[in-house]
């Protein structure tokens, strides 16, 4: 286990990784944002808010992932 830096500096570059390896994912798949939020049930809103590496909650996350094929693992390489 390790510690937490002093500042929250690394949390938003960790968020836009996720964001970007989403969108990555959806554009080699020939998918759109349209297609992605309404399989993922969840808002075009949030949706746009995860691929630009704003904060969301784990289950947008989980829900997205499954949708993509992609494993929570692969979003943070």
Request: aromatic share 8%; glycine share 2%.
């Given at each position: ?8 500096q ?68």
């Amino acid at each position: 286990m390790r510690d937490l830096p002093d500042d929250d500096q690394w949390l938003p570059e960790r968020l836009r990784a996720i964001g970007a390896r989403f969108r990555e994912e959806r554009l080699r798949q020939n998918a759109t944002q349209d297609q992605v939020w309404m399989a993922a049930r969840v808002t075009r809103w949030t949706y746009q808010r995860v691929e630009s590496g704003q904060d969301c909650n784990l289950s947008t996350l989980l829900r997205i992932a499954w949708v993509l094929d992609v494993s929570l693992e692969e979003l943070d390489e």
